[in-house]
């Protein structure tokens, strides 16, 4: 089996896959429209009609199927064919039926079809045959000479005012298809349906049993299936599990208020062991994050983090991180300390005390200095992190907040959702790569994005063609504020383009992997 020819109008292409080669569009009032079984092309039995560069021939041995409906067989339906020509072609007959006809090669099946039925038809050539099957079931031969072969360029060739009224979903043509594959393919014609991939709005499920990671004391997703009757599940199967005082759990993960905490059994930890965070800091002044209610380590400013282990409290300068989302890792190593933000070294240094560091509550000590923000992961180790260990619990966290390829689009569709037309105008193109956004006369268009929590307002790839050549720019996004034709401000991305500017592989992430 090998494919000739694959045209998906589902999937809003007017690609032929396999040639990679783009058929010129006559849209009249037809074009992409929406069905129930998702995109196909509408022809409006006057105008619409697709044409191909190049021909392809039905040699001996392909089938051509077609995902198909019409709306009126009184005026010969020309529905596959050659471009201006009147005796090379597939058409419904106002009888109800099918004729192929091929220079002096003229055949009509007996099968009568209906109007305003979709079906899913396949016409093969086999050598002195002709056969049709309809819905993956056969259904009749009919004579056909082999010296004649079909050619086709063109869906819906209008030769002699003989149009196309209906859909087309997909043609495809193939050389030895066989009962298996014409279940295969009635099978997806009959699954077809709207599908779109997400383009924002991800959900990643959070862990809920970590037993199988080594080193790990204790461990908390703070999800749902994680708390049980006021109790926060130890998912690193130790039996740590937290009482949890006042604290709410939300959809990004447990909010504390400067008064709530969570208590734990007693678990010692001795002097080699990694503290790691991710969540929001609303507030970082004299914030307990673990604690035996005499030893602990806090936050005591924006930019400070400090440690106690004995008579020396040890402070620790770090980047400011009030009011964002960010992951801190605290590695001790006997008296060496390490602490890193966002998988970032931040600062090192030395604990003189050196004593054994045990706990039995975290964020808060029994009645002051709690936390106050929102704690997405906590994790708790019995062994010093790598650099590179603390660069992989960061980037287990950057995530896609926008990903837009435009491929959930129709060629020439002027409306992707979610985004905002300010001025000049927007079309949706593709070339042999993929989809999209072009430019058509100069303007902006905005796509909202509320990326004002994340660490240098997230991080942004994205490809642009400045009518030359095709660029992929990789940054933060307020790096990207440099450029001309990009902008962010008021929870809002504002692409200009001026004519033949296009955008496509949008990926807006909420940090920037390491």
Known sequence: MAKIFDLDFRKGTLIDSV?????????????????????AMEFDGSATKLVFPSDVTMVDGSSVFFDIKCSDFSNYPTFFGKDGMGNNYIRFEPNNTIRVFSDSANIIFAKMFKENIRYFIEIKFNGSLIDLYVDGLY???????????????????????????????????????????????????????????PVRGFEYPKPTDLSYE??????YSFSPETISNGTLLDISGNGNHG?????????????????????????????????????????????????????????????????????????????????KEVDIVFVRNGTDIRVYVNGILAITGTNPDNNSFKFNRLFGLSSSQRFDGTMIDNKIYNYAFTPQQAKNY??????????????????????????????????????????????????????PADLDSFKDNGYIEIDRW??????THKSTVDALKALSWFDYSNKKITLTGTTLDRFTNLNIYNGVKL
């Open 19 to 39: 040639s990679k080669t783009a058929g010129t569009l006559t849209a009249g009032s037809g074009g992409f429209k929406k069905t129930e079984k998702g995109l």
């Open 139 to 197: 259904v009749e031969s009919q004579s056909w000479s082999s010296a004649y072969t079909l050619k086709f360029n063109t869906l819906s060739t209008g030769y002699s005012g003989r149009w196309l009224k209906g859909y087309i979903g997909k043609v495809l043509i193939e050389s030895g298809v066989n009962a298996t594959r014409r279940n295969e393919l009635y099978k997806e014609f009959l699954n077809s349906s709207p599908t779109e991939k």
């Open 214 to 219: 080594s080193g790990l004391v204790a461990a």
């Open 243 to 323: 009482t949890i005082n006042g604290a709410l759990l939300t959809k990004d993960g447990m909010k504390f208020d400067g008064t709530s905490s969570i208590t734990t059994p007693s678990v010692t930890l001795g002097t080699v062991y990694t503290l790691a965070y991710r969540g929001k800091f609303t507030s970082t002044a004299n914030q307990v994050l673990i604690t035996d209610n005499s030893y602990h380590h806090r936050l005591t400013s924006n930019t400070a983090f400090t440690i106690y282990t004995g008579t020396s409290a040890i402070n620790l300068t770090i980047p400011d991180i009030a009011g």
């Open 394 to 447: 960061h980037n287990s966290f950057v995530k896609p907040v926008i990903v837009e390829d435009f491929s959930n689009y129709a060629v020439r569709d002027v409306s992707p959702k979610g985004w905002v037309k300010g001025t000049g105008s927007f079309i949706i193109g593709e070339d042999v790569n993929g989809k999209y956004l072009q430019c058509t006369s100069n303007g902006t268009i905005i796509i």
């Open 466 to 471: 400045d009518g030359v050549s095709w660029t």
